[in-house]
């Protein structure tokens, strides 16, 4: 989506603020005992309770309100009977619409203590996803994007999950520009002025890809290994990237 009109970019605001308000509730809601099943459930309950219909189930049918992936799996995970317990690493991914407008965020959250390397890729994955937006400029290249975020990989001594990128998102969950590069890339595409799309990348302790699980859902890396997502909407602007999905309350 282009936005060209300012009930446009209210609309987005909106849905962004509800889908980061769910996903942070969510996230202190966790605790040692529960089950996916039950932290999906508050965030359809949040859902709900705004007027705002989860995209995944609306679009693709999937089974679930929200994504919650832990340990192993690294996306898409299926909320259900698996309990959490102290030391996991939990994603969540929440992507909703309102009013015909769609917005998506997630991240990766540490149940309690776990272990230094973990921590340092939960921190790390947040400093990758911040200097993917802060490529976002009108007129550059989509290319940017993944060139600067798989230079922080580089550096830092990770690896990328190099089959699951950023989006174009607004009027639909997923929409043009398609498969944004997450990855050091030569996508020759401009980024227009007014354009939203998401940007997430996949920080890995070794993984390259992401390979679907037996449910046909959830994601796993390939090689095996740990990664973590985190994820904005976002729109190019003149003046920089504007940020979609910021909590109403930090």
């Keep these: 989506m282009t936005i060209t009109r300012a009930e446009e970019l209210a609309g987005l ?52 309100a929200t994504c919650i992936s832990v340990n192993e799996e690294i996306a898409h995970g299926v909320p259900g009977d698996r309990v959490l317990a102290a030391g996991d690493l939990v994603n969540i991914d929440v992507s909703a619409s309102r009013d015909g407008y769609f917005a998506d965020t997630g991240a990766s959250f540490p149940l309690g203590p776990v272990r230094p390397e973990v921590a340092r890729l939960c921190r790390d994955g947040r400093r990758a996803m911040q200097t993917g937006i802060a490529a976002v400029r009108p007129g550059r290249p989509l290319a940017d994007l993944g060139n600067a975020i798989g230079r922080f990989a580089e550096r830092r001594g990770y690896t990328l999950i190099r089959n699951l990128g950023s989006h174009g998102i607004g009027r639909a969950l997923h929409e043009a520009p ?34 679907t699980g037996s449910d046909g859902w959830t994601l796993h890396a390939r090689p095996a290994a740990l990664a973590v997502q985190y994820e904005h909407t976002v729109v190019a602007t003149e003046q920089g990237p504007l940020v979609l999905t910021r909590p109403s309350v930090a």
Excluded: K
Aim: proline share 6%; no cysteine.
């Design 178 to 211: 398609e498969t944004i590069a997450t990855w050091p890339n030569r996508d020759r595409r401009r980024i227009q002025r007014g354009a939203v799309f998401t940007v997430e990348p996949f920080l890995s302790l070794g993984g390259h890809w992401a390979d």
């Design 13 to 64: 605001q909106a849905i962004g603020r509800i889908v980061a308000d769910t996903l942070h509730t969510m996230a202190r809601a966790m605790e040692p005992g529960m089950t996916t099943r039950e932290l999906d459930g508050i965030g359809r309950a949040l859902l709900e309770a705004a007027g705002a219909r989860s995209a995944p189930e609306a679009t693709y049918g999937f089974p679930g």
